[in-house]
């Protein structure tokens, strides 16, 4: 129990980020003063942009790595890997109502996609709207039951709501 209670503080990139792993990672390959090198060589080039945001993001250099999506998402504003990344940078940032609108976007081109329904919904119970943040959890297990994430942040309401019993309700898989 304590376990989930912990997470329930932390920000996307930590409470999430073995969500986004696929998405979000940074394959090493390019050291950074290569990925900054590629930028100062090609800036209009949106992979590089990227590339050199989602390794900000990994360094929690959260200002470079918005100045980076934010380049990225004007040049191609649906970027999905910019808009979740946006979104941890504003989370991890203390902004996590401004980190819902990346969410938003992202969601809309895919409202299938359970882990952006599993942002939506930490972001939404960080905010303190619990009956929403568990409509989001329950729809991203409908789309993705293995989720471990939706299950712990709907146990940690349930605790907090003292419903242990709904808490411990083993998994439908």
């Known amino acids: 129990m304590s376990y989930l209670l912990e997470i329930f503080g932390r920000g996307l990139l930590t409470g999430l980020s073995a969500v986004f792993t696929d998405t979000l990672g940074d394959d090493g390959k390019r050291s950074l003063k290569q990925i900054e090198a590629d930028v100062e ?34 040049a191609c ?12 940078v504003l989370d991890e940032v203390g902004r996590t109502r401004s980190a ?16 952006t329904l599993l942002a939506l919904g930490f972001c939404v119970e960080k905010l303190g709207e619990c009956d929403d943040a568990i409509r ?11 989720l ?12 907090k ?13």
């Open 77 to 88: 504003p649906a970027d999905r890997v910019s808009l979740l990344g946006l979104a941890c």
């Open 161 to 173: 709501r003292d419903n242990a019993q709904r808490a411990i309700e083993p998994r439908a898989d």
């Open 100 to 115: 819902l609108e990346p969410l938003k976007r992202a969601y809309e081109q895919d409202p299938k996609d359970g882990p």
């Open 136 to 146: 989001l959890y329950e729809a991203a297990l409908e789309c993705s039951p293995d």
């Open 41 to 74: 060589r090609e800036p209009e080039n949106v992979d590089f942009q990227r590339r050199l945001a989602v390794r900000m993001l990994a360094d929690r250099r959260y200002g470079p790595a918005q100045v980076a999506f934010d380049a990225v998402l004007k």
């Open 148 to 159: 471990t994430p939706a299950h712990e942040r709907l146990a940690a309401i349930h605790f």
